[in-house]
């Protein structure tokens, strides 16, 4: 079974800083992408920021404020945000393209609980 587990929400100021993590742990022989995903109430998700083992890649709102990162060794994955505004205010999901031991040899998704952000102002 694979888990992912996110940390790092919280309430923060207009122009704040976050930090989220998001850490994937179970039979997991190779993680392809990973990303984060965000839905605020009445809204639809949306990605927010993902990469792979080469390439990453931001929503026209992420770009230049936020930036993703992944720690292979750990299997996670980080979104740095900064310069937060209160329309960032959202849930923060994170996703992971996981080949298991427990399945077959092919990727599969898997989401994280989500993690609440909040920005005041």
């Known amino acids: 079974q694979v888990e992912l587990v996110e940390s790092g929400g919280g309430e923060v100021q207009a122009g704040g800083s976050l930090r989220l993590s998001c850490a994937a742990s179970?039979?997991?022989?190779?993680?392809?992408?990973m990303g984060w995903y965000r839905q605020a109430p009445g809204k639809e998700r949306e990605l927010v920021a993902d990469?792979?083992?080469?390439?990453?890649n931001y929503s026209d709102s992420a770009k230049g404020r936020f930036a993703v990162s992944r720690d292979n060794g750990k299997n996670t994955v980080y979104l740095q945000m900064n310069s937060l505004k209160p329309e960032d205010t959202a849930l923060y999901y994170c996703?992971?393209?996981?080949?298991?031991?427990?399945?077959?040899?092919?990727?599969?998704?898997?989401w994280g609980q989500g993690t609440q952000v909040t920005v005041s102002s």
């Open positions: 179970g039979s997991i022989i190779r993680i392809n992408r």
């Open positions: 996703s992971a393209e996981i080949i298991s031991s427990t399945t077959d040899w092919r990727f599969r998704t898997y």
């Open positions: 990469i792979t083992r080469l390439t990453s």
